[in-house]
C-alpha cells in the first residue's frame, strides 16, 4: 500500500530556533499534503493544506509566517517551525491523499515529535 | 465548517466483549467518514471507513454503521482483544482530495 514517511521522527531544539520537517510519498505522487498538529492526548488539528506548485493554505488561526510549509515536488512537502518556542512543542503529523485509493482515503505519516527546550 | 463529535473518551471493556464509539457530524455534504487507531508516539492507521451512499460496512471483527439522516455513525468492534487497546478518531470529509475533520478521540482498554 502507499506509503507516508516523516523526518525526522523527533527532534529536540532550543527556543528560537528553526526546525524543518519532512514529508515524502515514497510509492505515489501527491499534489496535495495536509499537516496536522497534536497535543498530548488530544486530537489532530488541521494545520494546513501543502499544495504542490502554488501557496500552501492556512487553517485560521494558524501563523504563516511562523510554519512555513514548501511543497517542492510531487512527492515532497516540507514543514519549517520558525523561531520555535516551548509552546510549539507538539506531534507534527502529515497525510496525502493518493489516487490509487480513490478520492477519498488518506494515508498519514508516523509523526514527528517537536520538543522546544 | 465541519464540526466532528465524538463519545465516549474513555472505554474500558473486558477482553471478548463488544465496543461502541459513537460520532455525529455536522455538514450534510461530507461523504466519507474514515476510523482511524493511534497507538502512542505513532501516526493515525485507518482501520476501515465508510461512504455515504452505504449504510454499514464490516471487515470481520470490525463494523462501521453510518446514518445520514441523523448525522451519525459508529464504530463497532467484537471480540475485543488486548491489542486493540489504542486511541480511536473518527473523521469526516468531502472526499474529493478534501481535509479531514477530526472528533476528539476515545481511549479504548481491553482489560485481559
Known amino acids: 500500500g502507499a506509503v507516508v514517511s516523516q523526518h525526522p521522527s523527533w527532534v529536540i531544539c532550543k527556543s528560537g530556533t528553526s526546525v524543518k520537517i519532512e514529508c515524502r510519498s515514497l510509492?505515489?505522487?501527491?499534489?496535495?499534503m495536509f499537516w496536522y498538529r497534536q497535543f498530548p492526548k488530544q486530537s489532530l488539528m488541521l494545520m494546513a493544506t501543502?499544495?504542490?506548485?502554488?501557496?500552501?493554505?492556512?487553517e485560521q488561526g494558524v501563523e504563516k509566517d511562523k510554519f512555513l510549509i514548501n511543497h517542492a515536488s510531487l512527492t515532497l512537502s516540507t514543514l519549517t517551525v520558525t523561531s520555535a518556542h516551548p509552546e510549539d512543542s507538539s506531534f507534527y503529523i502529515c497525510?496525502?491523499?493518493?489516487?490509487?485509493?480513490?478520492?477519498?482515503?488518506?494515508?498519514f505519516g508516523p509523526g514527528t515529535r517537536l520538543t522546544v527546550t | 465548517g465541519e464540526n466532528v463529535e465524538q463519545h465516549p473518551s474513555t472505554l474500558s471493556v473486558q477482553e471478548g466483549d463488544s465496543a461502541v464509539i459513537k460520532c455525529t457530524y455536522s455538514?450534510?455534504?461530507?461523504?466519507?467518514f474514515p476510523w482511524y487507531k493511534q497507538e502512542l508516539g505513532k501516526g493515525p492507521q485507518l482501520i476501515i471507513d465508510?461512504?455515504?451512499?452505504?449504510g454499514e460496512k464490516k471487515d470481520q471483527r470490525i463494523a462501521v454503521t453510518l446514518n445520514k439522516t441523523a448525522k451519525h455513525f459508529s464504530l463497532h468492534i467484537t471480540e475485543t482483544q488486548p491489542e486493540d487497546s489504542a486511541v480511536y478518531f473518527c473523521?469526516?470529509?468531502?472526499?474529493?482530495?478534501?481535509?479531514?475533520?477530526f472528533g476528539s478521540g476515545t481511549k479504548l482498554n481491553v482489560k485481559p
Open positions: 497525510s496525502a491523499p493518493t489516487p490509487l485509493a480513490g478520492i477519498y482515503e488518506q494515508y
Open positions: 465508510i461512504r455515504s451512499n452505504v
Open positions: 473523521a469526516a470529509s468531502r472526499g474529493n482530495f478534501n481535509k479531514f475533520y
Open positions: 501543502s499544495n504542490e506548485g502554488s501557496k500552501a493554505t492556512y
Open positions: 455538514d450534510s455534504a461530507s461523504n466519507y
Open positions: 510509492d505515489f505522487q501527491a499534489t496535495t
